[in-house]
Structure formats: C-alpha cells, structure tokens
C-alpha cells in the first residue's frame, strides 16, 4: 500500500531543544514526501518537499528535513525549538495517484 | 498573493439537510483537490480537478457527494441527506499542476446534528 507513518503520536521537547519527528514511507514507487504543519483552526501550511537530489531538505521556519532511503524514512528536524512551533505536523506522500497520503499526524508540545 | 479560500468556516446542520461547501483555489492553479479530516486523524481524499473535470473522484465516500468545478476556478463541494458521520473539517488545496505542492486553505468545519 502506498502510505506513510508517523509512529510517534505526541512529541514533547523543551524550548531550544532539538526538534525530531518521526515518518516513514512505503517504498512503492518513489513518492515526493512533503511535511505540513496544522496550527488550531487554521489549515495546513507547507513547511518542505523532498523530490530528489539533496537528502538533505531545508525548508520554512528553521526546519529541515533528512531523507533516507535505506530506512525509508523522511524525519523533520529543527535545530531549537520554539514555544511557538508547538502545533500539529503531517508527514504526507505523493505517489503520482492525484492524492497526497497522509500520516495520521503528531502533536508537538515545545515546553517553556 | 491570496491563499486558498473556504466558505463557510462553519456549518452546523441537521441530519438529512443538504450542504455546500465552497472552495476558491489560488489564482493560475489548475488542480484543485479536495480532502476530509476527521478528528484525530490526517486528512483524506476525496476528489481531483484538473481545470474543469474531475479527473479522479476515488474518494468519494458514497452518492451522496458530488462535486462541481463549472469554470475551472471555484469549485463546489455537495453534500446531500447529510449524516452525522459526515461531521469532519472538509479542506481544499491547490496546486499549479497535479504534481507541484498542494496548497491548502482554512477548512469548512461541518457539524451535522
């Protein structure tokens, strides 16, 4: 099946801690894998997208994401966190079928 | 530029009622996507325009949906003898062709009663 994972389902980190959150996708075709961010009652806003090139993906914010191949995973990362990014984050896969898969989301909660 | 656009932002209904849910994507898009998000979960698709036709309409849940694009801009979600398992935030996106990034707007929050 074509899907991603995101195994984690609350992530708490202190402010200026490092930011990790976890995702994994299925390895059917080689989808563009995307991480949107859900603040409470607004929509999901694009943070960054891995096509190809660069495992390294740098996007909006501060964050960054790594991709690898090997363990099938695309992981969002942010050097310090901030009180603010504390949010909703859905990792998401296009694998060329209209639709983007999305994980089921992980709540972060950036501690003062 | 303006974002992606979603009226209302709120609708409460009763079971069996119809709705509308209007989507106005970003300006020169010409994919316009329509996802559900139920509480908890990640958001789901329903259905895929590109330019007027509905290019994949997969997810549709049941008849009961249906959905418009008549001018290749706005596009109208329907929903008719709503449900109350129909309650979820309906969300739009687009994008300017049907690989490039999706777009989202705020959502319509649907409470069907």
């Known amino acids: 099946a074509q899907s991603v994972a995101q195994p984690e389902d609350q992530v708490n980190v202190a402010e200026g801690n490092p930011l990790t959150v976890k995702c994994t996708y299925s390895v059917s075709g080689n989808p563009y894998l995307f991480w949107y961010v859900q603040y409470p009652n607004r929509g999901l806003q694009f943070l960054l997208k891995y096509i190809t090139g660069d495992n390294l993906v740098k996007g909006s914010y501060g964050f960054e994401a790594e991709f690898n191949k090997s363990q099938t995973s695309f992981h969002l990362k942010k050097p310090s966190a901030l009180v603010s990014d504390s949010a909703l984050y859905f990792c998401?896969?296009?694998?060329?079928?209209?639709?983007?898969?999305f994980g089921k989301g992980n709540q972060v909660v950036v501690i003062p | 530029g303006a974002g992606v656009s979603q009226t209302p932002s709120n609708k409460v209904t009763e079971k069996g009622k119809y709705v509308e849910l209007r989507c106005d994507p970003i300006?020169?898009?010409?994919?316009l996507y329509w996802y559900r998000q139920s509480l908890g979960q990640g958001p789901e698709f329903l259905i895929y325009?590109?330019?007027?036709?509905?290019?994949?309409d997969s997810g549709l849940p049941n008849d009961r949906f249906f959905a418009v694009r008549p001018e290749g801009s706005v596009s109208t979600l329907k929903i008719q003898r709503t449900e109350r398992g129909d309650s979820a935030v309906y969300l739009c996106?687009?994008?300017?062709?049907?690989?490039?990034?999706?777009?989202f707007g705020p959502g319509t929050r649907l409470l069907v009663l």
């Open positions: 996106a687009s994008s300017f062709t049907g690989e490039e990034t999706q777009y």
């Open positions: 325009f590109q330019g007027t036709g509905a290019a994949d």
């Open positions: 998401a896969g296009f694998y060329g079928n209209n639709r983007l898969a």
């Open positions: 300006s020169g898009h010409t994919a």
